[in-house]
């Protein structure tokens, strides 16, 4: 059991070893990053299936106790979180075989792929702030690779602004982790949950500014706005690849934050929810607007992630609601509408790419006629595009449904309002993407297909290019068909968030004093 608790973090960080042990020969990193992401995948599923039949896993790492040791911890939350990562990573690595060209292979690419899935493990996994701000640092290293992989100008300017952004969040992070080690003495989230409460009757002023830093700290990392700058000014310049992999997983590793942070570690704290509400609808409406103004696909769907964030912090929102309906739907259809987001968004990164394996381009003015020349890749746009849009009867649907119901019951009728005006402006910019890309006339001149650096477009590399998406589009119909096993997922998933005495008695089962601590303050709600 133990072993299969960290199996999600040694799995791509031995792989990424064997890698660079591969390092002169592409096809073998191919190899290897393609039996890495499925060994992960596998590993993934039965931890979940554990965590869904025998609750929540544990494992102190060289069996120091908490909160003085290090701990991995898999509840439904977070090993959803991972297979989803793991979802992510095979889709990609596939992908990637096809549309990574053998410069950036030569480069590190599989490596430092294979080392950010390690750090977005194990920013699901772990236990403590501090190593959650060591995993966030592994995953900026990793990903700031990746982006400038190949050294081409608008990746580095991408890069620099991504890099800077990025390390004024774990700055902020490292500060708020600080002033927190300062007062209570310990970085155990499970420990820091009693502590605090405790705490905050005394000093809440302390309190409430630390929750602030942690609001900038993680609201930069989920793209939230008005800290959402560096993400519509970088993910466009890398490979799809690569783009589809940071679409799909990065931007939710904040909003995970945040959501773990103020379930589990902080008191209720109306105030705090009442502000991410307010950026909740900002975020939606503005990253929506900003779609409105773009030409290039992958800037459109950019801000568009922006946009999404904000439906899942919104979830987290309307625990500033005295209903305690209104609580538990809110934060089980954010879990809903995170897994649907991850699976439709990366998916339509990677349909964007295999539009540049055919065009050569991703400005809209310069595309047309996909629908008539590659009608297979139209019908494979419009699932995920409308289910972002959340059309029935696909997984965005259902996601929004749960969201604006919660929101309804909150009586929280003006980000409500916002959640449908984005919904709205949501379909609108895809159907400008469907518009100039797919339906109308093609260009009197067409590029060649393929590209010189990743070769001609073979029967094999459009299968290659191809599988990945009919698998995410295939996902999305099933989910939008049968949502509720999924929902189900969620909904106990939002049922420990906000009951943590569970969480707490798993993590310091071994402490009998911190045990006793959580007896004394039993009764007092988070």
Not at 167 to 177: H, K, Q
Request: hydrophobic share 55%; proline share 6%.
């Amino acid at each position: 059991m133990k072993n299969l608790l960290i199996s999600p973090i040694l799995i791509p960080l031995i792989t990424a070893g064997l890698s660079l042990v591969a390092w002169k020969s592409s096809r073998v990193q191919r190899i290897f990053g393609l039996l890495g992401a499925g060994a992960l995948m596998v590993a993934a599923v039965v931890l979940f299936m554990s965590v869904y039949t025998n609750g929540i896993q544990v494992l102190q790492v060289g069996n120091w106790p908490s909160p003085f040791g290090i701990t991995l911890v898999a509840d439904l939350l977070s090993s959803v979180m991972v297979v989803l990562t793991a979802l992510v990573g095979l889709a990609v690595a596939v992908y990637s075989i096809a549309a990574v060209d053998e410069q950036q292979i030569s480069f590190g690419y599989f490596p430092f792929f294979q080392v950010l899935l390690t750090g977005v493990c194990g920013a699901f996994l772990t236990g403590d702030l501090f190593n959650l701000y060591v995993w966030f640092e592994v995953m900026l290293m990793a990903s700031f690779v990746l982006m400038v992989l190949g050294g081409e100008p608008p990746q580095v300017e991408g890069g620099i602004k991504y890099v800077t952004l990025n390390l004024l969040s774990s700055i902020t992070f490292l500060v708020a982790v600080g002033i927190l080690y300062a007062v209570a003495h310990t970085l155990n989230m499970a420990d820091l949950s009693l502590k605090l409460t405790k705490i905050a009757q005394t000093h809440p002023t302390l309190i409430l500014t630390v929750a602030a830093f942690f609001i900038i700290g993680f609201g930069i990392k989920a793209g939230i706005f008005p800290l959402y700058f560096w993400l519509p000014a970088s993910y466009h310049t890398p490979p799809a690849a690569t783009s589809a992999l940071f679409a799909g997983l990065l931007t939710k590793v904040g909003v995970y934050a945040l959501i773990r942070v103020f379930t589990l570690v902080f008191p209720r704290m109306p105030h705090s929810f009442s502000l991410l509400l307010t950026l909740a609808g900002l975020t939606m409406v503005i990253g929506v607007l900003g779609a409105f103004a773009q030409f290039e696909m992958r800037r459109i769907l950019s801000f568009h992630i922006i946009s999404q964030i904000g439906y899942m912090i919104m979830g987290l929102g309307l625990l500033a609601s005295n209903n305690p309906a209104a609580r538990v739907l809110g934060i089980a259809a954010a879990v809903f509408y995170i897994a649907h987001h991850i699976i439709v968004k990366t998916n339509l990164f990677l349909i964007s790419g295999t539009v540049k394996v055919l065009r050569g381009t991703y400005q809209l003015k310069s595309l047309g006629g996909l629908a008539a020349s590659s009608p297979w890749l139209a019908i494979l746009f419009l699932i995920p595009a409308l289910s972002l849009a959340g059309i029935p009867p696909l997984s965005g649907f259902w996601a929004k449904f749960a969201m604006i119901k919660a929101g309804l019951q909150a009586e929280q009728y003006l980000v409500v309002t916002a959640a449908l005006v984005a919904g709205l402006l949501t379909l609108m910019s895809m159907i400008k993407i469907w518009d100039e890309a797919f339906w109308k006339p093609a260009p009197e001149v067409l590029p060649k297909e393929g590209s010189p650096s990743s070769g001609p477009l073979t029967p094999r590399r459009l299968f290659l290019l191809l599988g990945p998406i009919i698998l995410l589009a295939g996902l999305t119909v099933v989910i939008g068909l049968q949502p509720q096993p999924l929902f189900t997922v969620a909904e106990r998933a939002a049922a420990q968030l906000l009951d943590s005495g569970e969480y707490i008695q798993a993590v310091l089962s071994n402490s009998q004093a911190a045990i006793q601590e959580f007896d004394a303050v039993r009764g007092v709600p988070l």
